[in-house]
């Protein structure tokens, strides 16, 4: 295939989450013409579908230490204290960027923020948007504006093939859209293509969700750490391979984990019982399965109105399934969720390839650590995406040459295989028995994208000898603080 005539802009975002969309209008806000591109459609992403909200201490009884000491504990010792500060010290004005653009935040008869809590957080500070469909709302707003603004060029079901530049320096990037590829040029590149999770056969994930972002990063010779911390959410609905989550904010508004006899299970395990961070509720619940269990989310005890107001689009989910959410015993189960590590940056979202940037999840802030404090995704997005944007655009321009165009897409990725065999073997419980077997399978593959994505997570998972937030080794069940460290994954053509 022939490259087309190249397309030329200040900034190039690839992605169009949460992340993205920001990114995109944080630079056209400064002057600079902007190529959004998203192999999906604007809707189609990872962000669009988050149910619970965004974290930031805003509440007159809350404080941005105490955000970062709730963040740096459930990040089991990995979290980056910097980036963590930034994260709470930046909030609250990134929330106030948003109800500019249009975001409405849900505010009670007073007008104070109606604020949920959930787990991990010591108080009430996750601000939602039409109840428990804060992604959807907020990216709703952000595509509006987005459409409406002169300068940002959107390229939808355009994917991007490979980054241009010669290994010191991004210029741009090749994009294959509509049977056409071609090269992007710019004197910035940012990376906001999301995670990974739906390289999983259980997972809360949109089926692009493969690691692509990552992946090309990689390739290019960019940085990637701490692949091995994947997040397995505790609640989604038990049953299926896409699953449907069930939003820890049921559990912030009072909703029980009971067992099939209708036990509390989690009372004797964390002083907040069902509001302890992600990763003892997920460790618990799939302790309960191992055995022969079962695990139910119970909101019987709740007010009905309440429960089907705060939570109408979890309670249609449910219909769905055949359930009554405030009624029934609600069967859940762990699925694959966020993955905490990705594309190394510093606090300015800038990767070690000058001119190229990452946010959101496929970026490796520092912020998150071993386990993700629940809601700090979101808030991530618009801090790292804020101080990327004014890095990158006061940064001079990469000096490179464009390189070759890819000669094609790689290989399909057999993908029912894969994530069947990603949940086996690097799944919620890992062993070195297991890692071992998918790192052999993986290597007989094709080059994809998720393939190599997938490497990526086993590798790590193999060489952290040990358990440590949302990384379980069957075999190391121990946390050795002497690995209280993030670690790189080796550059591309090296050994595990």
């Given at each position: ?12 975002v ?10 995109a ?5 400064r ?7 998203t192999?999906?459609s ?7 579908m ?9 509440a ?5 230490a ?55 957080h ?23 504006r ?24 991004c210029?741009?990037a ?20 999301g995670?990974?999770g739906?390289?999983f ?7 692009g969700?493969?690691?692509d972002g990552?992946?090309i ?15 397995f ?15 820890e ?31 003892v ?35 249609a989910?449910?219909r ?18 966020y993955l905490?590590?990705?594309?190394a ?16 999840e ?6 998150h ?6 809601s700090?995704?979101?808030l991530?997005c618009?801090?790292?995406s ?5 890095h ?39 062993s070195?028995?297991?890692l ?10 094709a ?14 998972a ?5 358990s ?11 946390t ?5 460290r993030?670690?790189?994954c ?5 050994t595990?």
């Amino acid at each position: 295939m022939a490259p087309a005539a190249p397309v030329r802009t200040d900034v190039l975002v690839l992605g169009a989450g949460l992340a993205g969309l920001y990114a995109a209008l944080a630079a056209a806000r400064r002057g600079a013409g902007v190529l959004l591109a998203t192999k999906g459609s604007l809707q189609a992403s990872n962000s669009y579908m988050a149910q619970g909200g965004v974290a930031a201490a805003v509440a007159a009884d809350d404080s941005p230490a105490d955000h970062a000491a709730d963040t740096i504990a459930a990040g089991r010792g990995l979290c980056d204290p910097a980036a963590v500060g930034l994260l709470v010290a930046e909030g609250p004005g990134r929330i106030a960027d948003l109800e500019d653009l249009g975001v409405r935040f849900d505010r009670d008869a007073a007008g104070g923020y109606r604020l949920g809590r959930e787990g991990g957080h010591g108080r009430r500070r996750i601000l939602h948007a039409d109840g428990a469909a804060t992604g959807a709302a907020v990216a709703g707003a952000l595509i509006a504006r987005v459409a409406s603004e002169p300068r940002i060029r959107v390229l939808e079901h355009t994917a991007a093939l490979a980054l241009a530049g010669d290994g010191g320096a991004c210029t741009g990037a090749w994009l294959l859209g509509h049977d056409e590829l071609r090269p992007a040029r710019a004197r910035m590149t940012l990376l906001a293509t999301g995670g990974a999770g739906a390289l999983f056969q259980r997972t809360t994930n949109p089926p692009g969700a493969v690691g692509d972002g990552i992946a090309i990063a990689y390739r290019a010779g960019a940085a990637v750490r701490d692949m091995e911390f994947v997040q397995f959410h505790p609640t989604a609905l038990a049953g299926g391979g896409r699953a449907f989550l069930i939003s820890e904010a049921v559990r912030g508004e009072g909703a029980h984990l009971v067992d099939a006899g209708g036990r509390r299970f989690m009372l004797g395990v964390h002083p907040d019982a069902e509001l302890a961070p992600r990763d003892v509720v997920t460790r618990t619940i799939e302790a309960l399965l191992a055995r022969g269990g079962e695990a139910y989310l119970d909101l019987r005890h709740l007010d009905r109105g309440h429960v089907l107001g705060r939570f109408a689009n979890l309670a249609a989910g449910c219909r769905r399934a055949g359930l009554d959410l405030a009624a029934d015993l609600i069967p859940v189960a762990p699925a694959a969720h966020y993955l905490m590590g990705g594309i190394a940056t510093d606090l300015d979202g800038a990767t070690s390839i000058a001119g190229l940037y990452a946010v959101g999840e496929c970026a490796a802030t520092g912020v998150h650590g071993a386990n993700r404090l629940a809601s700090n995704s979101l808030l991530e997005c618009f801090v790292f995406s804020h101080r990327a944007v004014a890095h990158g655009m006061a940064a001079g321009v990469a000096a490179a040459e464009p390189g070759r165009s890819p000669l094609r897409p790689l290989a399909r990725a057999p993908l029912a295989d894969l994530r069947r065999r990603m949940w086996e073997g690097a799944g919620p419980v890992r062993s070195e028995e297991g890692l071992t077997a998918l790192l052999a399978w993986l290597g007989e593959r094709a080059d994809s994208n998720p393939a190599l994505v997938a490497g990526l997570i086993a590798g790590a998972a193999l060489r952290r000898t040990e358990s440590r937030g949302g990384h379980l080794r069957s075999d190391l069940p121990d946390t050795d603080p002497d690995q209280a460290r993030s670690t790189t994954c080796p550059p591309l053509h090296s050994t595990v």
